[in-house]
């Protein structure tokens, strides 16, 4: 908004309720904020209206639900980052506030920056029994970065008072006061009236404080954070470490900073040692690329791969295997371990961590460079490189069946060449649909992946996958599980749904289209894999939650397109369709394909004894 008819906006304003959420709208936007997940509420009117009267206009999305609505901006956060724009939750008081609590724990722990506004009663109105009143302070506990009641607007309170509230909490949420980013949760308290009513009333006076501010278009107070790095004489010690090793790995995990990834590429690649990449760390076009990491920790290679020095980049490996293997890397031979990653979680679950480098992986790489650049290291473990592209893919290649339905690691081999192909990115649902795509992907896959790996929770999932979609403004497959699904169903509204506003040039009246992959085993598929399944009477019901939900008409209640797939030649033929399908019309698209829990067993199984004979075999002839 221009400064002149911002000043005038809020010099016209007639009642505080209205003049605070203007002042607040107005400086979440100009600190970043891009989205307002708005959910239905009466107390959160003022702020709601703010949004929807905001000149000119920003971009909201109303949503029913709000831990839907906490999730989808969870996913919006994946998609943007704090560079391209934040959401902000906006709810009314009680129970919907208690809501937003799994989506601010997934924010927590993967440190994405999600602010949560809600509305609460104001002070006569608490501890009495007043209806639709619980204790909000501080509801999310340690998960929320920063919390802050707000009071209700009053003119003992100034704008600047509650401007500067505003541009601290932003900052906290990006991670620029420090900390590393995350939610933050601000909760206003308002009386009534909440709706706007005309007033004779004017409060104009109020505004000569904060004339300055409504006349630019910056925020009230503006936050900087230079770039941290350890140094030269870090470097040189790192440095001098690496050039000792032998045997050097890298380990690219989901780094949350990815605009200069080019930085983290020219490094790998430079380096000359061999990179385990996560399924989540986003990084293509590798040189030494050593994939099926896992299987090849199965085999009689685990005890040639005695490491002495091991970087990681980044944090979060989805494998369960891989951190088990470093843990007695370090353990029994002492070997180096350095993470360098710029969120201040301690990542290091069997405590083998020898250095850990609070600093952006990519400026690291950056930093490190020139080292690399004059003296190229080399390992012994280069020859592990080529054993996915010459004998792992053929192998999975020659499996797939086109004539019966495909297993599970199918699905997801099968899913990742497509994306592959067509450029559309993944959102992968928990449990085990992200451990086949970590397991089974090919070697040769270049693909955008997305998961709530945080808490790794199998609820909001298919809330999250929107967000992120609306966030990139691009479609995108989302493959999910059953169990996982119906935690989230509710979601498929907001597929369908055209009420949101968006400042996209042209623009955009839904949200893009999605085609969803169901894998439905009847069940929680993964506790098969468990110790609990050696007990059948407990198995099921208790753990395996066997059901009968029809995704066929929960698809048809929300108008979507749905397809059950009977072949792997289907499957293959519907995902090479689909971009026909969803430019003719822009619906989405529901592929739903039934598997069998105990079928999955065996056949994991089978492919990984496969898989593992193949390294054996490969490694014999290699080394002799």
């Known amino acids: 908004m221009s400064g002149r008819l911002l000043l005038d906006k809020l010099q016209r304003c007639g009642h505080w309720n209205e003049l605070w959420a203007c002042a607040v709208v107005e400086e979440l936007v100009r600190c970043g904020v891009s989205l307002f997940v708005v959910c239905p509420g009466s107390r959160s009117t003022p702020l709601v209206v703010a949004v929807r009267e905001r000149l000119p206009p920003v ?162 107070t503006e936050y900087w954070v230079s770039e941290s790095t350890i140094g030269e004489r870090g470097l040189q010690r790192i440095w001098c470490a690496m050039r000792r090793a032998k045997k050097g790995l890298v380990l690219v995990g989901r780094t949350s900073r990815m605009q200069n990834k080019n930085w983290m590429m020219e490094f790998l690649n430079c380096l000359g040692w061999p990179v385990v990449c996560d399924v989540l760390c986003g990084l293509q076009e590798l040189r030494h690329k050593l994939t099926y990491f896992d299987f090849i920790l199965q085999s009689q290679e685990r005890e040639h791969i005695d490491c002495d020095f091991v970087l990681q980049l980044g944090a979060r490996l989805v494998s369960k295997r891989l951190p088990e293997w470093l843990r007695d890397c370090t353990s029994t031979r002492g070997t180096p371990f350095v993470v360098v990653d710029d969120r201040r979680h301690r990542f290091d679950e069997h405590f083998c961590c020898s250095e850990r480098i609070i600093s952006s992986p990519q400026r690291f790489c950056h930093d490190l460079l020139p080292y690399i650049k004059q003296e190229p290291l080399s390992s012994e473990l280069y020859r592990l490189v080529l054993l996915g592209e010459r004998v792992i893919d053929p192998l999975l290649d020659k499996r797939i069946r086109a004539d019966v339905l495909p297993t599970e690691p199918d699905i997801l081999r099968l899913v990742a060449e497509y994306s592959c192909r067509s450029g559309s990115p993944i959102f992968v649902g928990n449990s085990m649909p992200i451990r086949d795509l970590s397991l089974f992907a090919p070697s040769r896959a270049q693909m955008i992946v997305e998961a709530n790996r945080g808490a790794s929770g199998i609820d909001g999932v298919l809330s999250s996958a929107i967000g992120y979609s609306l966030g ?21 509204h907001l597929l369908r749904t055209r009420n949101f506003q968006t400042t996209k040039s042209p623009r955009v009246e839904m949200v893009p289209p999605m085609t969803v992959v169901i894998i439905n085993n009847a069940g929680g598929g993964i506790f098969s894999f468990l110790p609990i399944a050696r007990h059948p009477n407990l198995l099921n019901p208790l753990f395996s939650t066997p059901h009968d939900v029809n995704f066929q008409k929960a698809g048809e209640a929300f108008e979507l397109d749905f397809v059950q797939i009977v072949s792997t030649q289907h499957l293959l033929d519907m995902l090479e369709r689909r971009a026909t399908l969803l430019s003719d019309d822009g619906n989405h698209f529901v592929l739903e394909i039934q598997t069998s829990q105990s079928r999955n067993v065996s056949d994991h199984q089978e492919i990984g004894a496969e898989i593992v004979e193949a390294i054996n075999h490969y490694s014999s002839l290699t080394q002799k």
């Open 472 to 492: 990139l403004q691009k479609s995108l497959i989302l493959v999910i599980g059953d169990v996982s699904l119906i935690h989230d169903i509710n979601a498929f």
């Open 59 to 220: 971009a909201w999305i109303s949503c029913l639900d709000e831990r839907s609505a906490g999730f989808l901006a969870v996913g919006w956060a994946r998609a943007c980052g704090a560079d391209e724009g934040l959401a902000a939750v906006i709810t009314s008081s009680g129970t919907a506030v208690a809501n937003l609590l799994p989506a601010a724990v997934e924010a927590h722990a993967d440190s994405l920056p999600v602010i949560l506004l809600t509305a609460d009663r104001p002070p006569e109105l608490r501890d009495n029994g007043s209806n639709q009143s619980i204790d909000q302070v501080k509801i999310f506990g340690s998960y929320s970065r920063w919390f802050k009641d707000i009071p209700c607007p009053c003119s003992e309170v100034s704008l600047q008072n509650l401007l500067s509230d505003i541009d601290y909490a932003v900052a906290i949420a990006t991670g620029v006061a420090g900390g590393g980013p995350g939610p933050v949760h601000l909760n206003f308290m308002f009386r009534e009236p909440l709706a706007p009513f005309p007033s004779e009333r004017c409060l104009g006076e109020l505004v000569t404080g904060v004339t300055r501010w409504a006349e630019h278009s910056r925020p009230f």
